[in-house]
């Protein structure tokens, strides 16, 4: 059994809208044998310091999130892909306290088996960075500053990926252009587009 974490209590305080639900999701990871720990501001459940779940509140939900929910199996349905580039985390949504206390049991089996997944050492194998399509307007750019490409290339490979994505999801060549003239300071001075 797991014991309730002071650091955490004050999320479960603030809560407005799902309140009941999150404190019932607490209940319900306390009774496993992970460590309540406070991670990125949210309550998060660890396994010898592996990040197995948090929960998160949203404005029309509340969710836990797996982080190696992929690997789940998911006879119900459940598990949802926040967007299409996340690889490994998986959400359950919940909206009311009555989907939570009807899902109860099922979501001890995805619990459990999150357990399990990690015991035996199961890890999604994440796309690397240079799997990622380069958009050619930022292939361009590199090429012609030397500057920006180091700089490019000395960000971690989260940052690097987040530049990747935001430059590729432009559908014009113009909006592309814009967006990467936009980040090059941010780039040169070694900052992620959310920095």
């Known amino acids: 059994m797991g014991k309730k974490n002071p650091k955490v209590d004050f999320y479960f305080k603030k809560s407005k809208k799902f309140q009941k639900e999150i404190l019932k999701l607490r209940e319900i990871l306390l009774e496993t044998e992970l460590e309540e720990q406070l991670k990125w501001g949210v309550p998060c459940y660890t396994l010898n310091d592996k990040n197995i779940i948090l929960i998160h509140e949203f404005k029309e939900y509340c969710a836990i999130c797996f982080f190696q929910g992929a690997l789940l199996n998911d006879p119900y349905g459940l598990l949802i892909q926040q967007t299409k ?104 001075d070694g900052k992620g587009v959310d920095d």
């Open 85 to 188: 580039n996340v690889q490994a985390a998986r959400q359950i949504r919940f909206a009311d306290m009555e989907t939570i206390i009807d899902l109860e049991s099922t979501l001890k089996e995805y619990i459990q088996e999150a357990i399990k997944n990690e015991k035996v050492g199961m890890k999604i194998v994440k796309r690397k960075t240079e799997d990622y399509p380069v958009p050619e307007e930022f292939q361009t750019k590199l090429a012609e500053r030397p500057d920006l490409k180091a700089a490019f290339e000395s960000l971690t490979p989260g940052r690097q990926r987040g530049y990747l994505l935001y430059f590729a999801a432009a559908k014009q060549s113009k909006t592309r252009l814009s967006r990467i003239e936009k980040y090059i300071q941010p780039i040169l």
